[in-house]
């Protein structure tokens, strides 16, 4: 099993994270979403993208996340080509239904 | 669906169909169930997760398309304006039932120490995804996962990454503000991930 960055490490990013245009990993997990959907300001995106080169366990976790978002993605559905046939029992229902 | 298709304008046959359709023509109706059911089922497949209750979607969304095709001015693709219909038919079958064995999202949620520092397991190695989908199990792997976040934000992770709706067509079919879809999502997505985990650590058989 993998090991998280020991308490140390983690006080030291914690005080270098309290320097100006610095933000927490907290913070930054905040942004993800605005950052994936390119809707920060430039600020921000700077703060996040700068958070984002010292950082590395935030470096992993987006890889991770964009890893699984995109197996979502891709994963989610089938294309319309790959679709099992419609049931006819379902056909009917429909028409039947119309019919009424 | 791609996106694309849901800016264009209606093809040119379906002009026609819809006419027949509107019409009342039997046979026109029956080609036009024939075309749509399959993808709407798929669609109704995702959000509802049961085989019978989306049969039941799609026919209430086939209900609704007929009563309604005559009205249809062509606005949108029509495609997406049944792709609509069907979404928000089987969202309303959803709020009947009942889907157990799902996690506790809290659970599955990143972790911060009091300096707001990320606690993360290392990450040594990390497949790509391109390598995961050529797994044969990927789509059962990844959509029994989906499947086990709770249905408030597996709905939206569904309606935004898989359906591509935006978020403020989602806030609109769940009578929720925009901020609480982007809260959900992320979480949903963190959720996920951490489900994924042992996936994309290459660590899962």
Known sequence: MTQAAPTLMRRIRGMMFKMPLMITCEEFDDFILAYLEDTLSAREKFVFELHLKVCRDCREYLAAYRASLELARKCGKEPDEALPPVPDDLVQAVMEARGR | MQKGDRSSATEPDEGEAIAAVANADPAAAERFVRKHAGWMLAVAMRIVRDAHHAEDAVQNAFAKVFDNIGGFGGR??????????????????????????????????????????????????????????????????????????????????????????????????????????????????????????????????
């Not at chain 2, 935006?166 to 991930?193: F, G, M, Y």
């Open chain 2, 76 to 205: 949108s693709a029509l495609k997406t304006w049944m792709h609509r219909i069907v979404v928000n038919e089987s969202l309303m079958l959803l709020r009947k039932t009942n889907r157990s064995q799902t996690v506790a999202i809290d659970e599955l949620q990143p972790v911060f120490d009091n300096n707001g520092c990320r606690i993360e397991d290392r990450w040594m190695s990390m497949e790509t995804p391109e390598t995961l989908l050529m797994r044969s199990d990927i789509q059962a792997q990844v959509n029994g996962k989906i499947d086990l976040l709770p249905d408030n934000y597996r709905i939206i992770l569904v309606l935004r990454d898989i359906e591509e709706l935006s978020t403020q067509e989602v806030a609109q079919l769940l009578e929720i503000s925009e901020a609480n879809v982007k809260v959900r999502l992320h979480r949903a997505r963190a959720a996920l991930k951490r489900l994924l985990e042992p996936l994309i650590r290459g660590q899962a058989v």
